[in-house]
């Protein structure tokens, strides 16, 4: 079982920036995904990025341009760099893996394909 642990959250001034990490335990698939996903109070959960192990990254429309997904294997971490936040950022942010999984870059991720590890969540308030 992977173990995720996310970190950075805070709260930030609208048009602010923060950098979320999520470290995790080895992944023993040949090939992953890696997401981020976040749930607003009294919101279904919606996926903001995933990334895979050749690369390909998919984004949510609505934070295209502001946020970056990226992956550090050297240290077993998961970053998402989110630059012009807004008040509807605002949100409970969680990392998510899934094993023998692929992105498509056209496609946000949804939270029925991970059905692997998810962490504990960081929160993210942004105030206008």
């Known amino acids: 079982q992977v173990h995720l642990a996310e970190s950075g959250g805070g709260s930030v001034q609208a048009g602010g920036s923060l950098r979320l990490s999520c470290t995790h335990s080895?992944?023993?698939?040949?090939?992953?995904?890696m997401a981020w996903f976040r749930q607003a109070p009294g919101k279904q959960r919606e996926g903001v990025a995933a990334?895979?192990?050749?690369?390909?990254?998919s984004y949510l429309d609505s934070v295209k341009g502001r946020f970056t997904i990226s992956k550090d294997n050297t240290k077993n971490t998961l970053y998402l760099q989110m630059n012009n936040l807004k008040p509807d950022d605002t949100a409970m942010y969680y990392c998510?893996?899934?094993?023998?999984?692929?992105?498509?870059?056209?496609?946000?991720?949804?939270?029925?394909?991970?059905?692997?590890?998810w962490g504990q969540g960081t929160l993210v308030t942004v105030s206008s």
């Open positions: 998510a893996t899934e094993g023998f999984c692929a992105v498509s870059p056209t496609t946000p991720p949804t939270s029925l394909r991970y059905r692997g590890a």
């Open positions: 080895h992944i023993s698939a040949p090939y992953w995904c």
């Open positions: 990334i895979d192990t050749d690369g390909y990254i």
